[in-house]
């Protein structure tokens, strides 16, 4: 298990401290100390950009305790770290929420926005696929196995669509939303799946590459990211994290980091929230491939 941290001079808002990313085998110990795990929505240098801005900003008004950022090299880490109880506080994907219920955990809110929680198939513009009978003997690309939006609910889609997607394509599951659009623009795969804010963030980000890929298909969506707290965080930390974090639209740098997450809140949820997510995994782990990879 590898573990992915950041030291800074200071946890204010006003800090100007560049943070540093480090590994290690083993986490620091910290008193009062609660890890927060965002799940690879992307890479970990880009994760920190977003997510850490965030951190800062609960840290600098939490009373008894400090939050910190923890990236995973891939989600096969991230789920074995959260399987294992070693998140305080997460950000999972639906299915790892779903899953992280059975190992200590549970929801106490979620990222709104649930229309952008949708799957979407990337293919060249140049490319000559026109319907999805045209990926048959074709590759493509998904961040990763477990990946609901990103990987999950495409294959769901070209499964929907008449496509065997044990036998009919070939999977390739590269480990970020990043590599899965620069797999298909670079024509490593006929297609990529990835979710609307790491292709919006890629946007802005490489507008050169964006340029030459589209979007060919899109899902339908399902309940967004939850967030999710381990059983033995203590109430009042909890209670002051949820109202934080439920309130950053209410001020401009809460504003500003969520423009860049590409959402507009965070609201409450409960375990329940997330019903309809298991009905669905149910379902197509019945129709098309087994999911519940444990570490």
């Known amino acids: 298990m590898s573990f992915i941290f950041i030291s800074l001079n200071g946890c204010s808002d ?4 560049t943070p540093k990313l480090q590994y290690a085998d083993t986490p620091p110990i910290l008193e009062n100390v609660y890890i927060f795990g965002v799940h690879p929505l992307h890479n970990p240098k880009r994760l920190f950009e977003i997510y850490q801005p965030m951190v800062d900003y609960i840290n600098a008004r939490l009373e008894g305790g400090q939050l910190r950022l923890e990236a995973s090299r891939n989600y096969r880490a991230y789920n ?4 294992h109880g070693h998140f305080d506080f997460a950000l999972p994907n639906p299915y790892q929420t779903v899953a992280s219920l059975k190992h ?3 929801v106490f809110g979620k990222m709104a926005d649930d229309e952008s929680f949708r799957g979407i198939i990337l293919v060249r513009k140049d490319s000559s696929i026109r319907k999805v009978s045209d990926l048959k003997g074709k590759s493509v690309s998904y961040p990763a196995p477990t990946a609901l939006a990103a990987t999950i ?7 929907e669509h008449g496509l065997n997607i044990n036998q009919d394509i070939t999977n390739h599951y590269v480990g970020s939303q ?5 797999n298909v ?7 990529a799946s990835t979710w609307p804010p790491p292709w919006q963030a890629f946007i802005k980000e490489r507008p050169e590459v964006a340029e030459k890929v589209m979007v060919k298909w899109e ?3 399902l309940v967004n990211n939850g967030l999710v707290v381990k059983e033995n965080v203590p109430e009042k930390i909890l209670q002051q994290v949820g109202d934080i974090i439920f309130h950053l639209q209410d001020t401009p740098k809460g504003q500003t980091i969520l423009s860049s997450m590409e959402l507009s809140h965070y609201e409450p949820a409960t375990n329940t929230t997330y019903q309809p997510v298991e009905t669905f995994l149910a379902e197509f782990e019945k129709d098309v491939r087994p999911i519940r990879l444990q570490p």
Do not use: V
């Open 14 to 17: 006003s800090s100007n401290a």
């Open 185 to 191: 623009y670079l024509g490593k795969t006929d297609a």
């Open 80 to 83: 074995e770290k959260l399987f």
């Open 178 to 182: 990043e590599s899965s659009i620069m």
């Open 219 to 221: 899902t339908p969506h």
């Open 104 to 106: 200590g955990y549970s």
């Open 153 to 159: 609910m495409p294959q769901w889609y070209l499964h």
